[in-house]
């Protein structure tokens, strides 16, 4: 750590009185020296790390930190503030403010230097020292490691130094298999010596994971050691992390999670008694932690196994604004939700097409069901795919409070849900039901309640009180607006006509072609849908979701036309997505256009808005109608109108493919460059080459 911290970058006397100018004053050394090359971005930089999480500690110790463009080694600048800044911890001011700056791209060694200082923060003689060093010289020394943290404490410099070897090598707690006892003498309470000692596996993790990761990491480790436990530590930090050995996950007794950001490959631990909390949790409060989770596997109480990557774990990250969150909650419900619009929409439109639009008032097949009868199996794919179009609602709000509030979230979001479709709500009270419910649960969940009773929450109290909440709410106070709304809605669709008709399925194919499978894509399909969710779907409805399907067509069959056509202005890599776009495109999966999109954003997108919106305008011009949510050419004897739908797929793609044609023509660098004969001018396909071709 000598070269991150010197004299020079310490102030023993900060006069600063807000942490905004405590960063100000701390940063400025760091340009002086050349460490910070822009002082307001490296500040903003530092501000936005603070908006996520305050960076006061309890004892009096503030860490603002951040990683940074602005940044051209890793550095640390110490102030000791006789009057005390607030970082926002809970015991108030601090008095010793570290403040880190990081490099956007700083190597592993850099960083695991920094977690050693982390550590070291956890240490009462190191902070004490800090707080009688009687100038710059002899603060930075102490920082550095240099001198002992007490003058004649061998222990102290013991644990100072032991924390940045462990660092260093990457080892967040004892060796597996190694008790505490082997390290440490006993502490009260300890295991005697003959006797196996409680093990706990701990995951800490931060949003930036150069400081609080290791904090709370060291203090679960001291308060481990003081109450006879093993706990072993994996890190997940900016440095990585180095996976906890299977077996001593095995042979755990318990788990704590202390993390702000998603725990990776949370699967690993499932099956054991858990406690899951914020990183400052772990850093404040570990005594309470490893006593509650003792606790819990005296009780018995384990977790289900969870599978990787569930919207839980996508969504509500650390850091982000309420916006990002709300439309990754919306996401994760329309996620769900999509598989069962696909199935229940082909199978009803199947029965449709077998057995004609009379198929929808047949008799129950539990009642009549001939074998040898077209119209009885018509009437089987209708009534599955009518109940497969049943839980649309219900999996849209379960879903969408599963991402706000994981799995206490799924009990009331279903019922919300289910009475949203029971009063008519449809698809707006689903996404109403969906964030009541995750919102109820969330609050429920922020409430202190008594050990004894955690045991209970999951299963009873909690699904109980919610879902009575929610359903409360979606019959006598919020139910009768949103199903007004909805009716209006529906009504407003079945109305369109002419130019209104024109200009929505115009924004329709702007909005399908504008990011290819994203959140906006996904809206105006899940728009769509929700119109033909019912087993009687409107007109207007049904020409809603034709033109949908029309303009996502478009983008992938353009850029296969485009590659076939004009071949020497794509590279080779291009050339061969082009060839997979054609059956990607005309299965409606608007992503086949990615890889030319991700390549030449300016070209391909604006050209496939363009003729993605004309082929809506046209689906809509033409009265094409589609009762299957899915299926491109597939699904044309199920298109209304299907030789003019068709037409307007024809003109969309012609017009993107020419637009691209035209505008990569226009990019060469000068007139009369030389083609080489498989990729176009040199530049272009030099430049091409550099480009990613996949999203």
């Keep these: 750590m000598s070269d991150m911290i010197t004299a020079d970058l310490v102030d023993l006397d900060l006069s600063a009185d807000t942490k905004e100018a405590a960063a100000r004053a701390l940063a400025e050394r760091m340009v002086a020296l050349g460490r910070v090359t822009d002082l307001d971005g490296f500040l903003a930089d530092v501000a936005a790390r603070e908006a996520q999480m305050p960076t006061g500690l309890d004892g009096g110790i503030g860490i603002p930190h951040c990683r940074s463009e602005h940044v051209t080694e890793p550095t640390l600048a110490f102030g000791r503030s006789a009057a005390g800044i607030d970082f926002g911890a809970a015991d108030g001011p601090a008095d010793l403010i570290f403040l880190i700056a990081a490099p956007a791209g700083a190597d592993d060694a850099h960083l695991t230097i920094l977690s050693s200082l982390a550590r070291q923060l956890m240490n009462a003689e190191f902070t004490d020292a800090l707080r009688s060093a009687g100038d710059a010289a002899a603060a930075a020394a102490l920082i550095r490691g240099d001198e002992p943290a007490a003058a004649g404490s061998e222990d102290s410099a013991a644990a100072s130094g032991a924390a940045s070897a462990d660092a260093a090598a990457g080892s967040t707690a004892p060796a597996p298999g190694a008790s505490v006892e082997d390290a440490s003498a006993p502490a009260s309470g300890a295991p005697a010596a003959d006797e196996r000692p409680f093990r706990i596996v701990a995951v800490t993790s931060c949003p930036t994971g150069i400081a609080h990761t290791y904090m709370a990491a060291e203090s679960l480790e001291n308060a481990g050691r003081e109450a006879g436990v093993e706990v072993t530590v994996e890190t997940q930090g900016s440095a990585g992390f180095t996976r906890l050995d299977p077996a001593v996950i095995a042979a755990a007794d318990a ?45 018995g109480e384990v977790t289900a196994g969870t599978a990787p990557g569930t919207p839980v774990e996508r969504a509500g990250e650390s850091g982000e604004g309420y916006g990002t969150k709300l439309r990754k909650w919306l996401m994760s419900g329309v996620s769900y939700m999509v598989p069962f619009v696909a199935a229940g929409g082909l199978l009803i439109a199947l029965g449709f097409a077998i057995g004609g639009y009379k198929i929808k008032s047949a008799p129950s097949v539990m009642d009549h069901f001939v074998w040898t009868q077209t119209d009885s199996w018509a009437a089987l794919m209708f009534q599955i795919g009518a109940v497969a179009f049943g839980f649309l609602v219900p999996v849209l709000a379960g879903y969408i409070a599963y991402g706000m509030a994981d799995r206490p979230g799924l009990v009331p979001g279903f019922v919300g849900g289910m009475i949203a479709s029971t009063i008519n709500a449809g698809f707006l009270g689903g996404l109403v039901a969906g964030l009541l419910a995750g919102g109820v649960v969330m609050a429920i969940q922020k409430i202190n309640i008594p050990a004894v009773l955690r045991g209970i929450m999951p299963v009873v109290v909690i699904p109980l009180i919610s879902s009575a909440i929610v359903g409360f709410l979606m019959f006598v106070v919020v139910g009768k607006p949103i199903a007004s709304a909805q009716k209006g809605m529906t009504d407003w669709l079945n109305g369109l006509s002419g130019s209104n008709a024109i200009l929505l399925g115009l924004l329709l194919g702007l909005m399908m072609c504008f990011d290819l499978g994203g959140p906006v894509n996904k809206v105006a399909y899940t728009f769509a849908t929700a119109g033909i969710a019912v087993s009687n779907p409107s007109d207007s409805a049904m020409k809603i979701m034709a033109a949908v399907m029309a303009a996502g067509m478009v983008p992938p069959l353009a850029m296969a036309l485009a590659t076939t056509v004009r071949g020497k202005l794509f590279t080779e890599t291009e050339r061969e997505n082009g060839k997979a776009a054609w059956v990607l495109g005309a299965s409606f999966i608007s992503e086949g256009a990615i890889p030319f999109a991700a390549a030449d954003p300016l070209r391909v997108i604006p050209s496939s808005m363009v003729g993605g919106a004309i082929t809506g305008a046209l689906s809509m011009t033409f009265g094409a109608t589609l009762r299957a949510p899915h299926g491109g050419i597939f699904v044309v004897p199920l298109i209304g109108n299907a030789f003019l739908y068709l037409i307007a797929i024809a003109v969309g793609v012609c017009v993107t493919a020419t637009l691209v044609v035209f505008l990569k023509g226009m990019r060469k660098t000068a007139p009369g460059a030389v083609n080489s004969g498989t990729t176009g001018d040199t530049s272009t396909a030099t430049a091409q080459a550099k480009q990613p071709v996949a999203a």
């Design 255 to 299: 788990v704590i999670f202390a993390h702000d950001v998603p725990v990776r490959e949370k699967e690993r631990f499932a099956g054991k008694p858990t406690v899951d909390v914020g990183v400052k949790a772990g850093i404040n409060r570990p005594g309470e932690l490893i006593t509650e989770v003792r606790g819990k596997a005296e009780r």
